[in-house]
T-cell receptor, first 112, second 114 residues
Framework: QKEVEQNSGPLSVPEGAIASLNCTYS??????FFWYRQYSGKSPELIMS????GDKEDGRFTAQLNKASQYVSLLIRDSQPSDSATYLC????????????FGKGTKLTVNP | SAVISQKPSRDICQRGTSLTIQCQVD?????MFWYRQQPGQSLTLIAT?????????ESGFVIDKFPISRPNLTFSTLTVSNMSPEDSSIYLC???????????FGDGTRLSIL
């Protein structure tokens, strides 16, 4: 089983819709969870971090974490064409300054 | 957040040569990391750059191929040695400004080997 799994997509949604991106992880001791956005030809950009069970909202973005199910998701409300990118889920396997393990990413396309 | 400058932004190199990539941060950071992103793939950690000591390499990566330096808290280099076409990738520096803080990435170095 891969450490961090994401649906590779592509995921296509119409402008204004909710985009739902999912990620599962295998290591139960994981403590920190991140979503990065990567535009084509660019480096990853942090958009959300979440550390405890439940929801965390930041503008149009909501991260959801369920440690019992080893599941983390990202919801993008009112999707815009500018949200079209690859979204990478990353998991920090231990608390503190430990390495990130990345999923393969989900490519999102928002159609005008 | 910290400003991370990575140089060069891209290069085309000949097989068998070596290239050193620099990562400069505008403030002191606790941790610096080097990742590789092969075409169409996600990020894979090469090593953690340790200030004043040898880097900590991940499985599959060795110091002879990817020597790393970190002389201080704001600067690190990654050398890709004896390059082959399989080394064509984007190489990314990331930093953690404090413990338990998310990592932020530099703009990356696009490397092509002919």
């Amino acid at each position: 089983q891969k450490e961090v799994e994401q649906n590779s997509g592509p995921l296509s949604v119409p402008e204004g819709a909710i985009a739902s991106l999912n990620c599962t992880y295998s290591d139960r001791v994981s403590q920190s969870f991140f979503w990065y956005r990567q535009y084509s030809g660019k480096s990853p950009e942090l958009i959300m971090s979440i550390y405890s069970n439940g929801d965390k909202e930041d503008g149009r973005f909501t991260a959801q974490l369920n440690k019992a199910s080893q599941y983390v998701s990202l919801l993008i409300r009112d999707s815009q064409p500018s949200d079209s990118a690859t979204y990478l889920c990353a998991v920090n396997r231990q608390g503190g300054s430990e390495k990130l393990v990345f999923g393969k990413g989900t490519k999102l396309t928002v159609n005008p | 957040s910290a400003v991370i400058s990575q140089k060069p932004s891209r290069d085309i190199c000949q097989r068998g040569t070596s290239l050193t990539i620099q990562c400069q941060v505008d403030s002191q950071v606790t941790m610096m990391f080097w990742y590789r992103q092969q075409p169409g793939q996600s990020l894979t950690l090469i090593a953690t750059a340790n200030q004043g000591s040898e880097a900590t390499y991940e499985s599959g990566f060795v110091i002879d191929k990817f020597p790393i330096s970190r002389p201080n808290l704001t600067f690190s280099t990654l050398t890709v040695s004896n390059m082959s076409p399989e080394d064509s990738s984007i190489y990314l520096c990331s930093v953690e400004t404090q413990g338990d803080q998310p990592q932020h990435f530099g703009d990356g170095t696009r490397l092509s080997i002919l």
